[in-house]
């Protein structure tokens, strides 16, 4: 709080019609007359990013596949989209692959017209399926099973770290604490002292976790070659903290 002088002053006014009065004024002396050479340490702010970065090892697999059929009947078609996709989940539950881990993400029933007509040929079945797999050593068996299905289209290989939350807990705790030590060193080094943090702010960087995939369609078929050619990468997540600290001048 500012500090003032306030001189009360007087003045007696004279009244011609009866006895007299007495005013009080009041005015404040500024706080730079009062302090004379004195300096004041204003605060200043710093500003310090700090990264984390955490590496890891995709430990699931996705595999998509295509079931596709044809037929003159809908039902034909259905029929033999249905049996081609439990041919194929044979296959891979001889190959250890539970069945609850072969999923249908979608299946659409359609007409397919004569060529410049309205009138209905046939149709089709399309299914889409994805095979989730927790040991990569069977990538190579899964990919057999479904070239000897004949499955008419294979998407793409997905390489996924399951617990990916906590890989970005800890890829934050770590920048956290380095956003901390260089503003310690920061702080030292520049003689000032470090009084509050003003605000912080993170966000997330590098390459996500989730989306590490491989194009599988133009692979050639070569048994054990799979595994060889299909390994998942070691993938890095970063995390930077921004955070704004008030300093105070210590002086030399």
């Given at each position: 709080?500012?500090?003032?002088l ?73 029929d ?61 068996p ?111």
């Amino acid at each position: 709080m500012k500090k003032s002088l306030v001189f009360p002053v007087f003045f007696l006014c004279l009244s011609l019609a009866a006895g007299a009065a007495a005013e009080t004024f009041t005015f404040t002396i500024p706080d730079v007359y009062l302090k004379g050479d004195a300096v004041t340490k204003e605060p200043v702010l710093l500003n310090v990013t700090g990264t984390g970065r955490v590496k890891t090892i995709p430990d699931q697999v996705v595999i998509s596949a295509r079931v596709y059929t044809e037929a003159k009947k809908a039902g034909e078609a259905f029929d033999a989209n249905q049996f081609k996709m439990r041919y194929l989940m044979d296959l891979l539950i001889t190959q250890g692959v539970p069945r609850e881990r072969i999923a249908t993400e979608s299946l659409s029933i359609y007409p397919i017209y004569k060529e410049s007509s309205s009138k209905v040929d046939k149709y089709a079945v399309d299914r889409n399926i994805k095979i989730f797999q927790d040991d990569m050593e069977k990538i190579s068996p899964i990919l057999d099973a479904l070239i000897d299905s004949q499955i008419e289209d294979i998407g793409n290989i997905q390489f996924i770290v399951r617990d990916l939350e906590r890989k970005y807990e800890e890829a934050l705790e770590e920048a956290a604490a380095d956003c901390r030590r260089r503003a310690k060193t920061l702080a030292a080094g520049m003689g000032v002292r470090i009084v509050g943090l003003k605000s912080m702010n993170y966000d997330y960087g590098g390459v996500p976790l989730a989306n590490v995939a491989r194009e599988a369609s133009s692979w050639d078929a070569g048994g054990g070659a799979f595994n060889q050619m299909i390994v998942p990468r070691e993938v890095t997540t970063t995390v930077n903290v921004y955070a704004t600290y008030e300093v105070v001048y210590e002086g030399d």
